[in-house]
């Protein structure tokens, strides 16, 4: 496995995640986990677009996963609360697991267990595709601001190293992509990234005006537009083992 990107190398591929998971996942007729699905918006995608069998979406922010709850035109989705250190699906159920940068949002201590359970969930030549931001680019130096992620990132790397090296899984591809961020205004980037229902960034005043300041600069007539880096990791889990 390549080394952790912390400046964007050249060769990025300009692709929204939804390209990279058509062209390297086998939807058709899967059973789908998706952990930390946030507000459901990759979930519904994946539901609609792709002729899965089921999706399971969990989600650890209690007040987000309450809001899924009361989403009723998914019907091959179900929404449940939980991590993915302790997922509450039985051995070998799913065909896919999707992580869309969550992993590193997984408590340090936890990751490894978190692995450990995406393999036991997976069938046997069952698929991860964990996807996770790089440590660079215009979007990460004002998030470093108020969440500097440096450290979180790297452990998420290394956890996916260290997995594969003790053969829990065969990594079969990795995949240097970029793609878009897009806010209508600094209000929206405050309720989406700055002030999360499912984080709490100790953002006073001062901090707000210091993030807003370097937020504003990018902001244009139709919003804000970042380019991001982002790493995925394909893994599969062996058919024998």
């Known amino acids: 496995m390549s080394e952790m990107h912390l400046k964007s190398p050249t060769g990025y591929r300009d692709a929204t995640e939804i390209d990279i998971m058509r062209e390297v996942l086998p939807f058709d007729g899967a059973d789908v986990l998706e952990l930390g699905c946030g507000r459901a918006r990759w979930t519904r995608t994946i539901a609609e677009r792709f002729p899965v069998k089921s999706v399971t979406a969990t989600e650890v922010d209690r007040v987000q996963h309450e809001k899924n709850l009361a989403i009723t035109d998914l019907p091959r989705v179900r929404f449940v609360y939980g991590g993915a250190e ?10 896919i697991v999707i992580m869309l940068k969550s992993l590193h ?4 201590e936890l990751m490894d267990q978190g692995l450990r359970e995406i393999h036991r969930v997976l069938r046997p030549g069952g698929l991860a595709y964990i996807s996770e931001p790089v440590y660079a680019g215009e979007f990460n130096e004002i998030l470093r601001l108020f969440n500097d992620e440096k450290v979180v990132r790297q452990a998420a790397f290394d956890t996916l190293k260290n997995t594969v090296a003790r053969g829990d899984f065969q990594l079969e591809r990795e995949i240097f992509f970029q793609s878009v961020s897009e806010f209508g205004s600094f209000a929206e980037f405050e309720e989406r990234i700055l002030f999360p229902t499912h984080s709490d960034h100790g953002v006073d005043e001062d901090l707000r005006q210091r993030v807003r300041e370097a ?11 970042f380019i991001n880096p982002h790493r995925v990791d394909l893994l599969r889990k062996p058919t024998r083992e």
């Open 105 to 108: 949002h997984v408590p340090l």
């Open 86 to 95: 302790d997922i509450d699906l039985p051995d070998a159920s799913v065909d």
């Open 215 to 225: 937020f504003e600069p990018h902001l244009g007539p139709e919003g804000a537009r």
